[in-house]
């Protein structure tokens, strides 16, 4: 074996370097070779534009057909590289080893064998190497460094001194990401827990879980588009004539719901500090369905007998539920937990969408943006701050990731691998 | 970031554009600018919609002369945009900034190309109140010195009030020439049942710039000129009795419940845009409207309201008790260099010439200061009323949040505008932003 | 049974909540722009009293002793998408009058006048009737002014398509950006499922060191928050490209016409960075699913001779079908849906921006036009709820592979 070890990182050197060149080649070669495809489909919009006299100028069609042609190619392009990869390092692999073994069957098996599993995860590895450990290190090292790249705590200092500009955002942001973290999860888990129990007891169970499920399927900004329609306020006023008033009325639903006139037009999202809560709330309706799945599932799996031994000692539903059913799907209560704790802790967009220079509503994550849209102006040091709210965003991610890595071990070991 | 929000906002309705022919024939001739055949003029700005339509017109015009192409491209986030990409080396020629403030900064990191004193010397000379321009766009450079980098082009006029000649006319109300008639005029329509005004300043992350305007304008009414710039360079400090007084006064209007139409408590979770269109709702919601040239985009028709009657404005009247003549608040975008190239210092000449100016005066959403621009070429006579009502300024001040630096003018300033709004008091909100200002000091 | 009629209402009253939005959602999207903002959504089912102002006539030099016309055509002309039906009830007018208590000062007064009395208007006799027809005498021949009047009707439902016709239409913006999120979220898709097939496989049958725990370590990537790493991506992506501007400089005749830049936030940059925030979560749920697949069917195969190349594609990749499509369609909806990483990483031109960005930048643009803004939002989940709809069952089942594991 130790004698193997030359002639491997030689193999190894030799895959890495074809893969190299000829990957970045074969792409702009394939590129160029492409490139009538764009001006055949430019030329077939133009036809389509005579023919269906489109109300929009034809410069438009030729370059959205343009680009429908660049979009073609370059998905072909894209897809077709990376599997010319795995093609390549294994032909080269085998084609080395063959080589170098000169016949020796076992010695050649043995040479692809070790290169082999690197092939397959080289590629993984070295994106997450480089788009997300190097610039998550990266991150860490600028967020202590002042805008010259002296280090220091500044950035810290910034958001945590009650006297500095950044603590006035901040204290809201980490108070609202806590809340956000607590809540949505809990919720979440709640009414998934209640609709799989509900949904699995009545015969319409599997379409009443389709329309919880779909709103999963929805951008978080769309969602917000969506909600909007029932949190706003506003509509148009009465006004007193001697004979009545004129017709007044609430444009958002929960107002009129509540009685609540146009004259206010606050929309609930916007209360102090309650506002918070209906934000939230977007984030619940969308992600319940995916905890009421899993639920469903896992409820399902739970072994019969202990039901119907339980049904034996005459155990109510409710006593069912919390002392037999909960217990066996605990371990799955706890995934999806996690899952929508790292979900709401890079939340991001549904406050952005409908809240976004208000600092009671921030969150680290809106912070963030905030900082590099507003305070880019006239301030040098916006992304060794940004750079530092990362870091206080990641800390609070910390604890989960350590008890993910550890529950992981564990079942791997527990799965015998 | 407000004129980005503005501007940007304008108007959605903008395909490809047609121009007419000939709409480079405008009432002055123009001189030769050279040929550049072939060569690109990269501009990006925070312009999109009709304004990008009108500027793209105006540039047309600028590619049948000297045969280059100039490409435009606008975004909403052009603040952020540009900074990253005039350090990561990828600068446009043309960078169009709505604040002079970030050009500013530019300037000092070395980004920015001077003009040359030429284009000052012409800009002293031809436009209205020319000092003051070549004031707005002068720059300390990275050695320190000051150079004149930015060229004003297109003005925005902020001392408007706008109502509807019909509503007025319904219910018997004159046109106030004087700040105590426009108090006395808005008790009146709350006599009336009425409600006199609509104030929204609810915009995205830039909630709050309406009541910064507002205040500015009061300030320059309340105050001298020369304490509106020592308050920009916070040599006045932003808690001094002035400007709390300014707040207040603005305080009177925006925090009756009276007075504003939906509340008080609407004003913050108004949007800007919205508010206007008070003013023509049925029955109508408010009778003024307090807000830049630009407004008429936002009108229910965008704009064809001036046409007919159903919408006009009057100037933002001063105090008759206070001597301080007729002030101006307004605006504008800076055109500065970034890329310096030959097609690109012939497209700042091409800024100069009368021509330029009336292309976009008759495509309209646009004022100028130049006074060599024939009056006649504005599309339309409210557009020619606002160009009087800004050449005939005794004071002109340009946005002071604008001019205060990011951290305060586009971002203390706005929110701390917004918990005033909220029911924070005067002094609180002018010690907070003090406070801020201290912090970036 | 009393439990089970509980159940059915509790369900039913969350479905509800579930639904409602959407119903908001559309209904909005085909309303007229006043009437999206002057009355919710719930109205619009049923005849709604709403103020209009309309212009009794258009100046002209004539003069007259009768102006007829009809309030439903005067209102009308203006907005030929949402035709005004109903039935009038009353018309208000407004003037000053001296104050009773004190003549030197007026007071204003305003009156509904219902159909059927008349209005004293401009020195003449205004009389309109339920259908809208309205009479406007004067005993002398004059030329009045037009007169613009609120008039209350309780009107009819009224919906149309027009809101959907002017963002898909009469616009770029909305189609350009439906191109763009296609090219965008394609290769988003299948360029991470590629490689975390393969890597998925070497984790889960392949044996090499340090295996385990390299699997913890890229399973415990799913929860850094993408966030951190977006500024340092981004000036990797700034230096290739204007290491790529020189190159082609150097290498094409770019410099004539000026396109020798290359952008650093492109379609590939977003391509890129979505595969590698995609593999963690890609990793984890196919090698649970293929560490899952029979181990004799993996070993004959490695008895027969068969090399891991030739397994996995011939073996693993048409078992774990299920898997596989399960995790497209996150992604795709995980793409499609993201608006961060665009906004970071993506190309910030007009006509690249992906529909998340177009839709937040439209909830400022079009704060004041609903129907707009909520047609763009149906447009934008059109194509990721039937993606979703039609695979929900794969979509569930991988789900299921990550995350009941020992449940």
Known sequence: MTSLRPTIAGNAIAIFLTVLFVLPITGVLAFVASTPLDNWLMSFGAWLHERTEWSFPLLDTQERFAKIGFAIRSIFIAVGLSFLYFWITNWLNQGLAGFVARGSAGKENKIIEALQPWTFVGPAILLLILFLLVPGF????????????????????????????????????????????????????????????????????????????????????????????????????????????????????????????????????????????????????????????????????????????????????????????????????????????????????????????????????????????????????????FAAIAIMLMLTVVPNMLFNAWRLRREQRAMGH | M??????????????????????????????????????????????????????????????????????????????????????????????????????GDMAADGFLTPLGDDAAAWMTENYGAGSSWVALGTYAGPDGSDAFYGFPYKQDLKSLVWYSPEQFEDNGYEIPTTMEELIALSDQMVADGNTPWCIGIESGNATGWTATDWMEDIMLRTTTPENYDRWVSNDLPFNSPEVVNAMEVYGQFSRNDDYVAGGAASVATTFFGDASKGLFSSPAACMMHRQASFIPAFFPEAGAELEDGRADFFYFPPFASEDLGNPVLGAGTIYTMTKDSPATRAFFEYLQEARAHEIWMSEGGFLTAHKGASLDAYASEAQRKQGVILTSATTFRFDASDLMPGAIGAGAFWSEMTAFANGQDAQTTADNIQAAWDAIK | MITRALSNVTLFLIVFIWVVPFVALVTTSLRSEVASKTSGFWTSFTPTELGHRFRTHEPSDEEVTVIEGNIFDRLNGDQPDFKLTGEVQSIMQVGRVPDPNDDTKTILRRELI??????????????????????????????????????????????????????????????????????????????????????????????????????????????????????????????????????????????????????????????????????????????????????????????????????????????????????????????????????????????????????????????????????????????????????????????????????
Not at chain 1, 139 to 149: E, I, V
Not at chain 1, 291 to 307: K, Y
Not at chain 3, 153 to 177: M, W
Not at chain 3, 203 to 229: H, K
């Open chain 1, 138 to 385: 990266s991150t860490l090292n600028s967020s202590f460094q002042d805008a010259d790249g002296v280090y220091t705590v500044t950035n810290y200092a910034f958001l945590w001194d009650p006297q500095s500009l950044g603590y006035g955002q901040f204290r809201f942001a980490m108070r609202n990401s806590l809340m956000w973290l607590i809540l949505v999860p809990s919720a979440c888990i709640a009414l998934g827990l209640l609709i799989a129990v509900l949904a699995d007891s009545v015969r319409w169970g599997v379409v009443a879980k389709t329309f919880i499920f779909v709103p999963m399927a929805i951008s978080f900004v769309g969602a917000a588009v969506i909600w909007r329609n029932i949190f706003a306020g506003g509509g148009i006023e009465a006004i007193e004539t001697i004979n009545g008033p004129t017709p007044s009325y609430q444009i958002g639903l929960l107002k009129a719901l509540v009685g609540q006139g146009p004259e206010n037009n606050e929309p609930l999202y916007a209360l102090r500090f309650w506002g918070n809560f209906f934000l939230m709330w977007i984030l619940v309706w969308v992600q319940t369905g995916f905890a009421m799945v899993i639920f469903s599932a896992a409820l399902r799996g739970v072994p019969e007998d202990t039901i119907e031994a339980a049904t034996i000692d005459g155990a109510s539903p409710l006593q069912m539920f919390f002392r037999i059913k909960l217990p066996q799907i605990y371990s799955t209560v706890v995934v999806v937990w996690t899952t929508l704790v790292i979900l709401v802790l890079k939340m991001f967009y549904i406050p952005y969408a409908l809240s976004a220079n208000d600092n009671d509503k921030m969150l680290l994550a809106t912070m963030m943006e905030d900082a590099r849209t507003n305070w880019i102006v006239g301030n040098d040091n916006v992304e060794n701050l």
């Open chain 2, 2 to 103: 407000k004129r980005i929000l503005t501007m940007g906002v304008a108007s959605f309705a903008f395909g490809a554009v047609a121009f007419a022919d000939g709409h480079c024939n405008t009432p002055s001739s123009m001189g030769d600018l050279g040929d550049f055949s072939g060569e690109v003029i990269t501009m990006s700005g925070s312009m999109q919609g009709e304004d990008e339509a009108r500027l793209t017109a105006v540039a047309s015009c600028f590619e049948e002369a000297t045969g280059a192409t100039v490409r435009y491209s606008g975004s909403r986030d052009f603040a952020a945009l540009i900074v990253a990409d005039l350090r990561s080396n990828n600068a446009p020629n043309i960078a169009i900034f709505p604040q002079p403030g970030l050009a």
């Open chain 3, 114 to 407: 219902p159909v059927g009395e008349a209005l004293d208007l401009r020195g003449g006799n205004f009389v309109f009737a339920a259908n809208g027809d309205f009479k406007w005498t004067f005993d002398v021949p004059t030329n009045p002014r037009p007169k613009r009047l609120d008039v209350f009707i309780n009107q009819d439902p009224s919906f149309g398509l027009s809101a959907y016709q002017e963002v898909l239409l009469e616009n770029e913006r909305v189609p350009n950006s439906l191109i763009a999120s296609f090219i965008v979220t394609i290769p988003a898709t299948i360029i991470p499922i590629t490689i975390a097939a393969f890597a998925a496989y070497a984790f889960a049958w392949m044996r090499f060191p340090g295996r385990d725990w390299l699997f913890v370590i890229v399973v415990s990537l799913m929860v850094v928050p993408t966030q951190l790493a977006f500024l340092p991506i981004l000036s990797g992506f700034s230096g290739i490209a204007s290491w790529a501007t020189t190159l082609n400089a150097a290498l094409t005749d770019c410099e004539l016409n000026g396109t020798c830049k290359v952008a650093s936030k492109s379609f590939a940059s977003l391509w890129i960075t979505h595969t590698a925030f995609g593999l963690p979560l890609a990793i984890y749920l196919l090698r649970n699913y293929i560490v899952g697949l029979p181990k004799e069917l993996l070993e004959s195969a490695r008895i027969d001779g068969a090399s891991h190349f030739q397994i996995f594609l011939k073996l693993i990749v048409p078992l774990s079908v299920p898997a596989l499509a399960s995790f497209s369609i996150f992604q795709f909806l995980w793409v499609w849906n993201d608006l961060i990483v665009a906004l970071y990483i993506g190309s910030n031109e007009g006509a690249n921006l992906v529909f998340p960005i177009r839709l937040q930048q439209q909830l400022g643009t079009f704060k004041d036009k609903l129907h707009l803004l909520n047609a763009s939002a149906v447009i934008s989940m059109v194509i990721p709820v039937i993606v979703f709809l039609a695979m929900q069952r794969y979509f569930i089942r991988g789900l299921l592979a990550g995350s009941v594991k020992g449940g």
